[in-house]
């Protein structure tokens, strides 16, 4: 699985069937990223499909296909190198705000870091100027009687790219983090969104009152459609970390 993710792929720049725009960055040195969202018809077969590539001198470098609620992107240099780095999230949603993470860096862009099937109730990252973080909430820690919180301790996980790679530099035990007291959809920070390479969050939402309508079209009157994924507990999901060195 790490090889497959590690191997560099170089395919002919060709949108997916069906697909159409929905994100563009200017990464540097050659490099572009492009989002495309492609929506099932009719609406209500299956989730939407989502496409990222990283694409350099015409050719498909990085490529990962998901079907999921959203998918959301946040560019930042974090390794230096004059290259704008992409961290990508395949939002699944839920009540939870259950997602996964890529983040795409140094040399040809490769993905070093990944998290999977995390929920924003429990999980927080952000990029760092030099790297990226993250904060895990402690299970012994929670104290209310809601499942999406509250919780006390929280672990504290922050990589540094140095010397060529990303490497873990701090671990520590913290409570109330900053970065769990803020917005949980935290990737629109620091206003580094541009024209269309911007995580277009809110065109998602008009998008999905859209397909609602249609859904509703196909029902009794007075009778709402249920959420696909529902009320998902934070606390099935554990944090999976890989690191590709």
């Known amino acids: 699985m790490v090889a497959a993710i590690a191997a560099t792929a170089v395919l002919a720049v060709t949108p997916p ?11 540097a ?4 990223a492009r989002r495309y969202l492609r929506i099932p018809h009719p609406p209500e077969r299956g989730s939407d499909r ?3 590539e990283i694409v350099r001198a ?5 490529r990962w296909r998901v079907e999921n609620e959203a998918m959301r992107v946040k560019i930042r240099d974090v390794t230096g190198d004059g290259v704008r780095d992409a961290l990508v999230v395949n939002y699944i949603g ?8 890529r983040l795409y860096a140094g040399s040809h862009l490769r993905p070093l870091w990944r998290l999977r099937t995390v929920c924003e109730d429990t999980t927080r ?8 973080a993250d904060w895990t909430a402690i299970d012994g820690s929670h104290h209310t009687s809601s499942i999406h919180c509250c919780w006390r301790r929280w672990t504290h996980r922050e990589w540094r790219w140095e010397h060529g790679r990303l490497r873990l530099v701090r671990r520590s035990v913290t409570t109330q983090p900053a970065a769990v007291l803020g917005p949980r959809l935290g990737l629109a920070e620091e206003g580094e969104q541009v024209a269309l390479g911007e995580d277009r969050y809110l ?6 009152e859209l397909r609602r309508a249609r859904l509703l079209a196909n029902h009794e009157a007075g009778r709402l459609g249920r959420d696909r994924v529902g009320h998902l507990r934070a606390e099935r999901f554990q944090p999976h970390l890989c690191l590709v060195t």
Do not use: M, N, Q
């Open 125 to 132: 990252v952000r990029l760092l100027p030099h790297g990226i």
């Open 17 to 27: 069937h069906g697909a159409k725009l929905d994100g563009h960055w200017t990464l």
């Open 203 to 208: 065109g998602l939402l008009r998008l999905r």
């Open 29 to 32: 040195h050659g490099y572009t």
């Open 94 to 101: 839920g009540s939870a705000g259950c997602e996964g993470y």
């Open 58 to 62: 015409r050719r498909v470098v990085r």
């Open 50 to 52: 989502w496409t990222f």
